[in-house]
């Protein structure tokens, strides 16, 4: 399972660059496909909140759920009355609610290493989804992990206080369908010139289609479309994160 302890701390200037604004705007462009009528979202594992946020600026009323109590103090101090926040499990949490429309993004399912925790995950979707809605998760797509194959990669970013830099090692458990990122970051302070150092390892599983397919079909779930994450195509060898729209 996931650490996201002292890691939170930088999350969001490690993320800086990501465009949640952009993405946020393309996952609506889905939901107005499919659940034209939503009003309101559960995001599961919505982390610092950064695409809660965008959500919440659109009009959806967003119920967010971590849990990691770390980023979620980011997600509070996030001022927009439209969300709502609680610390728990996305494979066991049950807020005696439905909605509109359940997300897990950024690689919240690719968390879930064992069939059980993506079972119980797509569980607490099915629970919580309202009659008419749709629930969509993104996942690391295994054809495109195996053609493209994950690589060492580092990252350094900076503000006023801190500069992080960050190497990104990968171990492939082909055998697992996992691959184990190994993070260690240095994260210079700049007043004092004291250096932290900072290890994790995130464990991120792929998937293939025909076994999410039999996961939702365990669950009674429909596929409604599998795309390459941020495009409007069905996913292929060089789309690494691909985009999966349930409905029940
Ligand atoms: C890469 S972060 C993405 C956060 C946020 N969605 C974003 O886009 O910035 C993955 C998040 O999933 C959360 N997470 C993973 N598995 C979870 C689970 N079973 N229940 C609740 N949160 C989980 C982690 O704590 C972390 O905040």
Redesign the pocket.
Same mark, same amino acid.
């Given at each position: 399972?996931?650490q996201?302890g002292d890691y939170s701390k930088y999350?969001n200037l490690l993320?800086s660059d990501k465009d949640?604004g952009g993405e946020a705007r393309y996952v609506d462009s889905i939901i107005k496909r499919y659940a034209p009528h939503a009003a309101t979202m559960l995001?599961? #594992?919505? #982390?610092?909140g !950064?695409?809660t946020a965008e959500f919440a600026s659109m009009g959806y009323r967003v119920h967010g759920?971590?849990?990691?109590g770390e980023?979620l103090r980011e997600a509070r101090g996030i001022q927009n009355s439209n969300i709502e926040l609680s610390c #728990?499990?996305? !494979?066991n949490i049950r807020l005696g609610e439905k909605f509109d429309v359940v997300a897990a993004?950024?690689?919240?399912m690719s968390?879930?290493s064992s069939n059980r925790?993506v079972l119980d995950?797509l569980a607490t979707m099915k629970t919580h989804l309202a009659d008419g809605g749709i629930a969509l998760f993104d996942f690391w797509y295994g054809p495109a992990v195996l053609t493209l194959r994950p690589e060492t990669r580092f990252k350094e970013v900076e503000d006023d206080e801190i500069k992080v830099s960050r190497v990104a090692v990968p171990v492939m458990d082909i055998g697992k369908n996992r691959v184990a990122v190994n993070y260690t970051a240095f994260i210079l302070n700049k007043r004092d010139g004291n250096v932290n150092k900072l290890r994790e390892t995130h464990n991120m599983r792929y998937f293939f289609l025909p076994e999410l397919e039999l996961m939702l079909d365990m669950l009674n779930l429909c596929i409604v479309a599998p795309l390459g994450w941020y495009t409007d195509l069905y996913p292929n060898n060089a789309t690494w994160a691909a985009l999966m729209i349930v409905s029940k």
């Open positions: 399972m996931p996201f999350y993320y949640y995001e599961l #594992g919505c #982390g610092t !950064r695409y759920v971590d849990m990691s980023m #728990g499990d996305a !494979r993004l950024f690689h919240v968390y879930q925790d995950v």
